[in-house]
T-cell receptor, first 116, second 115 residues
Framework: GAVVSQHPSWVICKSGTSVKIECRSLDFQATTMFWYRQFPKQSLMLMAT?????????EQGVEKDKFLINHASLTLSTLTVTSAHPEDSSFYIC????????????FGPGTRLTVT | AQSVTQPDIHITVSEGASLELRCNYSYGATPYLFWYVQSPGQGLQLLLKYFSGDTLVQGIKGFEAEFKRSQSSFNLRKPSVHWSDAAEYFC?????????????FGTGTRLQVTL
């Protein structure tokens, strides 16, 4: 149980275009989903927290107009990188929180974005 | 603000040897503590977690961790390492935001296992 999927697992896009990454909780309802960014050989940096049906809460320094997050249902959240630039190239990981009051998160396998 | 320190960036152990990965945290209340493992190019897998109660917690793959409040530590241990344990290990502290905990991760420890 507690499986989270991400799609695509790997994407290459041209500078100036937008790309959407999907995060799905497959066997549980995720009230809250988190989006992280990870640079090579570094830790995970929380970008934003999204709750189903409401606007995402972005961490300081994260551009909300560039990284659009939508959490339209209890099983799906999307991250859209708008007008992508090479510096947006990174590994993006989502996680989903279930109904546990102790705050466990279940992580997706990640999406590697390369902007050329 | 909560924070996590993993003092060891890289550790190398021989297969069959014991392992201890260090984690120190800073948090104002009783912390929710986690250890995750990440294989190259993959997401994170939960090894174990501590919320309350017994300070020695058992996890998957033969891992255990001990919560020591007096030392603000949550070190991960394994008595005998296998080559497949080579990966990146992250300690995290959580602050509940309702039904999900906002996690703060340490910088990670890369484990290399020699045969």
């Amino acid at each position: 149980g507690a499986v989270v999927s991400q799609h695509p697992s790997w994407v290459i896009c041209k500078s100036g275009t937008s790309v959407k990454i999907e995060c799905r909780s497959l066997d549980f309802q995720a009230t809250t989903m988190f989006w992280y960014r990870q640079f090579p050989k570094q830790s995970l940096m929380l970008m934003a927290t999204s709750n189903e049906g409401s606007k995402a809460t972005y961490e300081q320094g994260v551009e909300k107009d560039k990284f659009l997050i939508n959490h339209a249902s209890l099983t799906l959240s999307t991250l859209t990188v708008t007008s992508a630039h090479p510096e947006d190239s990174s590994f993006y990981i989502c996680s989903a929180g279930g109904t546990s009051v102790f705050g466990e998160q279940y992580f997706g396998p990640g999406t590697r974005l390369t902007v050329t | 603000a909560q924070s996590v320190t993993q003092p060891d960036i890289h550790i190398t152990v021989s297969e069959g040897a014991s392992l201890e990965l260090r984690c120190n945290y800073s948090y104002g209340a009783t912390p929710y503590l986690f250890w995750y493992v990440q294989s190259p190019g993959q997401g994170l897998q939960l090894l174990l977690k501590y919320f309350s109660g017994d300070t020695l917690v058992q996890g998957i793959k033969g891992f255990e961790a001990e919560f020591k409040r007096s030392q603000s530590s949550f070190n991960l241990r394994k008595p005998s390492v296998h080559w497949s344990d080579a990966a990146e290990y992250f300690c995290a502290v959580g602050a509940s935001t309702g039904t999900a905990s906002k996690l703060t991760f340490g910088t990670g420890t890369r484990l290399q296992v020699t045969l």
